[in-house]
């Protein structure tokens, strides 16, 4: 399912950080108040409900605009292909209607976002060298001044200089099958990087947040399966590309030059990609869902008044 990032950009850009907790009163801090919320998503048949789940859980705990990572207490439950969610939500004090409307609004609005397949994918050395020998066999039958391809084995990168867009376009799509993956971008000098992957990746089920720091890092939290994963992608530290996939397309290739051990990743875009960096902790933060939910329906109270979606 293809979706539209830029539409998603924009929308959740408006919204502001959600805050879960365990009908409404006020907490120890004086600026705080907790009103109950339900949620409750219909989808149709066939769809892998325990992803759903994962990604509705995402969804509210995400903090794409780098706000502080929110206190989460939601409670999640599949109910044939239902979702059914509930639990307290921590809102600015003093708890009124009008404010809670705003919140339940921002939450209905976020969960029906399309949102972005996220995957993070290590190239293969074996693809790579099968890759790079087809290309020299196809571009070479005749001889082609000008013409390189060069594949650096650490670094599981090849490199093609000379050969139009176009025409390395229509080798590289014969090249692909099912089990390849092919994924390339411009380098400064003109070149092209091909990244050849087979196996597949982390995907955005095991984000925990992705958000901004120091005006252009992208930091990605990952939980334990994610820090797992990130721990034998990175053992050898070698300079090899972490790719990042936002909707299949690559979005980013940074080197790993260090052993990742905590499942925390950061990615340092220059200073003045400052909106490309929460444009794109945004996308990775809002992952989408299988299928969209059929229904959604947002309801809860805040203190005496009821506000619903």
């Known amino acids: ?168 376009a229509g080798h590289l799509e014969e090249l692909r099958n099912e089990t390849t993956h092919i994924f390339s971008e411009q380098a400064p000098d003109g070149a092209t990087n091909l990244f050849i992957c087979k196996d597949s990746g982390l995907d955005g089920r095991r984000l925990n947040s992705a958000t901004v720091e120091d005006t252009s890092n992208v930091v990605l939290r990952f939980d334990d399966d994610g820090a797992a994963w990130l721990r034998r992608a990175t053992g050898e530290a070698d300079g090899s590309p972490l790719l990042v996939i936002i909707d299949g397309a690559l979005f980013a290739a940074p080197r790993m030059m260090e052993f990742i051990r905590d499942g925390k990743v950061t990615l340092s875009l220059p200073p003045a990609d400052a909106q490309r960096a929460r444009q794109f902790a945004t996308a990775l933060a809002v992952a989408a869902f299988p299928e969209p939910p059929v229904t959604t329906t947002v309801t809860g109270t805040c203190a005496e008044t009821p506000a619903a979606l």
């Open 1 to 168: 399912m293809k979706t539209n990032t830029a539409t998603s950009l924009l929308a959740l850009a408006a919204l502001v950080p959600l805050t879960m907790t365990t009908g409404c009163r006020t907490s120890n801090d004086s600026q705080v108040a907790r009103a109950r919320i339900s949620i409750e998503l219909a989808f149709a048949d066939g769809i892998d409900m325990a992803h759903a789940a994962s990604i509705l859980a995402s969804r509210i705990r995400s903090t794409a605009l780098g706000a502080k990572s929110p206190e989460i207490g939601l409670d999640i439950r599949v109910d044939g292909t239902k979702l059914m969610a509930s639990g307290n939500l921590r809102v600015p004090a003093p708890c009124t209607a009008d404010a809670y409307e705003g919140i339940v609004a921002a939450i209905k609005a976020r969960i029906e976002l399309p949102g972005s397949h996220f995957e993070l994918r290590e190239p293969s050395k074996l693809a790579t060298r099968e890759v790079a020998d087809a290309l020299r066999k196809r571009l070479f039958k005749v001889e082609r001044p000008g013409v390189t391809i060069s594949s650096v084995k650490s670094k599981n990168t090849i490199q093609v200089v000379g050969v139009g867009a176009a025409e390395l």
